[in-house]
C-alpha cells in the first residue's frame, strides 16, 4: 500500500513540474523522475525525450536534446567548465567557457554518462553506461563506450 501511495505522490509531482515548465516540456518529453537544471532557458528538448532521474543538465552553453532521445538514470550533460587553455590565468579567476552541446535523434544515453561541453552526438548511437563523452560522437549507427568514449561496435 505504502509503495502504491509513493508511485502516485511521484506522478503527481512530476505531472505539477511539467505543468510549471511547460515551455520547457511542450514538444511531451516523458519524466521518470525530476531532472536537476540549471540554465533552463538555454535547454531545448524536443519530441519524444525520456528523462529518467537524477540527471543533472547545466545549460550555460546551450543544450539540444533531439527527437527521440533517451537519458537513462545518473546522466550528466554540461555545457560549460573551466577554460584550460590559460591555466596560469584562470586558475586564480576561475573563467567559464561554455560551448553548445547538441545530442542527435534516436540516441541513449545509458545510466551515469556524462557528457562534456562542446560535444556533438550524431543519430542513432547508444553510449555505453559509465562513459565520459569528451570529443563529439560524430558516425552513426554505432555503441560507444568507455572513459574516453570511443566506437565499441556496429549497432545498424
Not at 539540444?64 to 573551466?82: D, P, Q, R
Not at 586564480?92 to 544515453?109: A, F, P, S
Not at 570511443?150 to 549497432?155: E, G, S, T, V
Request: hydrophobic fraction near 45%; charge should be positive.
Amino acid at each position: 500500500m505504502i509503495e502504491l501511495l509513493s508511485k502516485v505522490i511521484k506522478k503527481i509531482y512530476i505531472f505539477i513540474y511539467k505543468l510549471i515548465n511547460y515551455k520547457l516540456y511542450k514538444q511531451g518529453a516523458i519524466l521518470y523522475g525530476i531532472p536537476k537544471l540549471i540554465k533552463r532557458e538555454k535547454i531545448k528538448i524536443e519530441k519524444n525525450v525520456r528523462i529518467n532521474e537524477n540527471i543533472f543538465m547545466h545549460g550555460a552553453g546551450g543544450i539540444i536534446l533531439k527527437e527521440n532521445v533517451t537519458l537513462s538514470y545518473g546522466v550528466t550533460i554540461l555545457s560549460t567548465g573551466y577554460d584550460t587553455n590559460n591555466w596560469a590565468e584562470n586558475k586564480i579567476r576561475k573563467v567559464h567557457k561554455d560551448q553548445k552541446v547538441i545530442i542527435g535523434e534516436n540516441v541513449w544515453l545509458c545510466a551515469n554518462v556524462t557528457v562534456l561541453p562542446g560535444v556533438n552526438i550524431a543519430d542513432d548511437i547508444i553510449v555505453a553506461a559509465g562513459s565520459v563523452v569528451k570529443d563529439s560522437l560524430l558516425e552513426p549507427g554505432y555503441m560507444y563506450g568507455g572513459i574516453p568514449a570511443k566506437k565499441i561496435k556496429k549497432i545498424i
